[in-house]
């Protein structure tokens, strides 16, 4: 899925037309740390319920980080043959652009996919939990049909659907499951305001194609909305997470410590909340300085600002709220 884009440095081609400069452009290195971020998340809910596994969170973020690389090459591949890209306002392609032959970059796509796919299963093994390879096999597919096959879902507006349920809730509950054998309750709303910041890179990204993408049938979710619409939702998909993380880390307070038997209460109700509250305050300045350039109308290239600093934020609300649920949980 085509999230976090910020920066990249482009050169001209030989026809005077920009173009990508490396391989490392098109799976968009900078995108990887926010691919993580609910990784972190459930692995804090993880830590705050006395199961964490280092060997398994990393095989997770491996995954994660493969489904993440797996889908940029993906996009890549089926939006240029389609031209989609042709007319696009962010950085160009490797496979619009001509410089690589569109087989090279679906081979490479379905390389990824493959790695994710060994990384996942050696997850299972050690999980024992067999029947997630349903669950990794539909994460695979719906990767590569968000552009790809003869319907792709990208183009009528369901990209946000996939993005909340696999990079959201999929990949938080996902990995606290392999360790917990559970999923508690409270781990849930944060979850889904993770998969929230995970909406808000793809709604800014397809903001700023708002205007090119119907020429080529692709009717994403900004289109559908229209400008103003699509606006309105990207700041909903940040602000409404720190409400959905302060309440999850108040019902994990009141769910008790991560060994019931102690009875938990080594943090104080007070402490708990000013936690609970002040963590969403933190993370408010990056919330306003994502949404200051879609809010002061921005457009096409100059919402890459926006990416950038949407995917830093959905890497800090994976950190913090990680952190302040296995503080507030002792």
Not at 137 to 166: C, N
Request: charged fraction near 15%; proline fraction near 5%.
């Amino acid at each position: 899925m085509e999230r976090v884009v910020s920066g990249e440095s482009v050169e001209s081609a030989q026809d005077g037309g920009p173009r990508a400069t490396s391989w490392a452009e098109v799976v968009r290195l900078r995108t990887l740390p926010a691919a993580v971020a609910p990784v972190i998340l459930g692995a804090g809910a993880a830590a705050a319920m006395g199961n964490l596994s280092v060997v398994r969170v990393l095989l997770a973020a491996g995954v994660a980080l493969a489904l993440q690389v797996g889908c940029n090459l993906a996009n890549d591949y089926s939006d240029g043959v389609r031209g989609t890209d042709d007319e696009r306002s962010g950085p160009p392609r490797l496979t619009a652009s001509g410089q690589v032959a569109p087989g090279t970059v679906k081979l490479a796509a379905f390389v990824v996919f493959g790695l994710g796919a060994l990384l996942g299963l050696a997850l299972v093994v050690l999980s024992g939990h067999w029947w997630l390879l349903i669950i990794g096999a539909a994460a695979i597919a719906a990767a590569w049909f968000y552009t790809g096959g003869p319907r792709p879902y990208g183009y009528a507006g369901l990209g946000e659907v996939f993005v909340f349920v696999f990079f959201g809730l999929v990949a938080t509950v996902g990995t606290t499951y392999v360790q917990a054998g559970t999923v508690p309750g409270w781990l849930w709303p944060s979850a889904c305001g993770i998969g929230l910041l995970a909406c808000s890179l793809l709604m800014v990204n397809n903001l700023r194609d708002i205007d090119t993408d119907p020429h080529h049938g692709k009717m994403t979710l900004a289109v559908r909305l229209g400008e103003q619409g699509a606006r309105r939702a990207f700041f909903a998909m940040l602000y409404l997470p720190l409400l959905l993380g302060a309440v999850g880390l108040l019902w994990a307070r009141d769910a008790g410590s991560a060994s019931p038997a102690d009875g938990g209460g080594r943090v104080s109700p007070l402490l708990s909340l000013l936690i609970s509250v002040g963590v969403p305050l933190l993370l408010l300045p990056l919330v306003r300085r994502a949404t200051a350039p879609v809010r002061a109308g921005a457009r096409g290239r100059d919402l890459i600002g926006s990416l950038r600093d949407a995917g830093l934020l959905e890497l800090a609300y994976g950190i913090a709220f990680a952190a302040a649920t296995v503080i507030i949980t002792l």
